[in-house]
């Protein structure tokens, strides 16, 4: 979507002086800490975490690796747990999920968002409170759906005809009675400082509002005595700073429920916002706080349903990004360094690094903004135009699209990427048969492994002519 949206050429050749996004940083070394995991800094120019240097982390972990600030993670967690006192938190956990993180956001208090057989199987592992998983998809299969209520998931939330029979025919089968939620499509899609209110929405989520789709599913639920209807549910985006997408989305659903109310006499218990709260990746990004954002939600969810007449639902909140992306860092090792003669004169300095789009795809995918740094020192050279690209056979392969770094920069130095920890590993794949990195957090000087580095024979086991199964 962004591709066509953001052509290559102005940030190209004689114009890219004047276009390119960012002025030179003042200092290239700083550690800006909105943007970095809060344990960051840098002693005699080496970058720590967690109380480690990254170069200690590197030679005992190897590279690239993503380094998670455990502290960081569950500070964020505990703020959202804090900023909904009164409602519930459910980690998204496909912005990256493992048992480790699992079991802290257990430990926090949050409940946990699953949306594949796959992810169950983690938060299972775990020994994550099935009560407090959502399970989420908009194509779980009968056998997703059959574990999910054989291990008593607390909500499944619904997202096509064809599944509320499904469900409905798996719950009364094994005699059960499932909560679930009705994912309702209320024509709202925001991204981060603007959203777009239409009547309509042409996508593959939920139940429109538009043509009484919506109070179809409802009615299906109803009727099916197998499933119980706990409340709606919306997902309006993806890395959102301005709140006003979610008042129109409550005010939406808050009218649904008043029609609901008329026609069933029933009151909805629970209202789900669903997440994409947004952070910091540059300079500039401003997200709202927890606490800001949970007063905000609150607030507007009480006034809407309180206008409306109505009991005022209880609410939740999905964040993922908000709570994993600014814990997490990756550090790559810079292989080769080129300097690149641009039409007009100008220079950019193309630097690759030891991964790319197989760790980190958003950039490639959705011309994603990072902050980077060099982690193994600081320098005193010129800051010049670069580009940090990965090591695949792409010419997309991009991890940070426009940034600063010393004219100095060159093979054998480390870098630091911020904000890392969403989207990241959990997308990460194994283009060009590149092993996927390992997770590793670090907590008070103590480094643990909490995904394991894959290796080369860990793919040649998928092949079975390689004789390694
Ligand atoms: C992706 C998703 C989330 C989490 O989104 P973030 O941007 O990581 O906060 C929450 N709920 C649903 C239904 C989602 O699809």
Redesign the pocket.
């Known amino acids: 979507m962004s591709r066509s949206a953001h052509p290559a050429g102005p940030r190209h050749a004689d114009v890219l002086a004047e276009l390119h996004p960012l002025n030179p940083p003042t200092d290239p070394g700083a550690i800006d800490p909105s943007i970095w995991p809060a344990s960051v800094n840098r002693v005699e120019g080496v970058l720590r975490i967690g109380g480690r240097s990254v170069t200690e982390l590197t030679a005992e972990h190897g590279s690239p690796v993503f380094l998670l600030d455990e502290d960081d993670l569950r500070g964020r967690a505990r703020s959202y747990a804090q900023a909904f006192a009164n409602a519930d938190v459910f980690y998204?956990g496909?912005?990256f999920l493992c048992t480790a993180v699992a079991r802290w956001i257990a430990d926090e208090g949050l409940g946990l968002?699953v949306c594949s057989g796959g992810e169950l199987a983690v938060a299972s592992a775990a020994g994550f409170p099935p009560e407090r998983i959502a399970m989420?998809g908009n194509n779980k299969s009968s056998i997703e759906l059959r574990r999910a209520l054989e291990a008593g998931v607390g909500l499944i939330i619904l997202d096509s005809f064809d599944e509320i029979d499904r469900l409905a025919t798996l719950a009364d089968s094994l005699g059960r009675q499932q909560d679930v939620l009705v994912r309702v499509t209320v024509g709202v899609e925001a991204h981060t400082h603007e959203f777009i209110a239409t009547a309509h929405e042409d996508q593959k989520f939920g139940f429109s509002l538009r043509g009484g789709v919506a109070a179809d599913a409802v009615r299906r639920v109803l009727a099916s005595p197998a499933l119980r209807l706990a409340g709606l549910h919306s997902?309006i985006g993806?890395?959102i700073f301005d709140l006003d997408g979610f008042q129109v989305a409550a005010a939406r659903l808050v009218d649904f429920a008043v029609a609901l109310r008329d026609e069933h006499g029933i009151e909805v218990e629970r209202l789900d916002l669903?997440?994409?709260?947004g952070i910091a990746y540059v300079a500039g990004d401003d997200p709202h706080s927890p606490k800001e954002i949970g007063e905000r939600l609150l607030d507007i969810v009480a006034r809407a349903s309180r206008a409306a007449g109505l009991n005022v639902p209880r609410i939740a909140v999905?964040?993922?990004?908000?709570i994993v992306g600014p814990s997490t860092m990756t550090v790559y090792e810079i292989g080769t360094v080129k300097s690149i003669e641009l039409d007009g004169g100008a220079r950019r300095l193309y630097v690759s690094v030891d991964g790319g789009m197989s760790d980190n795809i958003r950039t490639a995918l959705y011309d994603a903004d990072y902050t980077c740094t060099l982690a193994n020192r600081t320098s005193t050279a010129e800051p010049v135009v670069a580009r940090v690209v990965g090591k695949h056979c792409e010419s997309g392969d991009i991890v940070v699209r426009d940034t600063w770094l010393p004219a100095d920069t060159r093979p054998g130095d480390l870098l630091a990427i911020a904000a890392t920890g969403?989207y990241c590993h959990s997308m990460a794949s194994n283009y060009n048969h590149v092993p996927r990195p390992a997770v590793v957090a670090v907590q008070d000087g103590v480094a643990t492994v909490i995904v394991r580095r894959e290796t080369e024979d860990d793919l040649l086991r998928l092949d079975p002519g390689s004789g390694r199964q």
């Open positions: 998204a496909k912005a968002d989420h997902h993806s890395q669903g997440g994409g709260l999905e964040p993922g990004r908000a969403a």
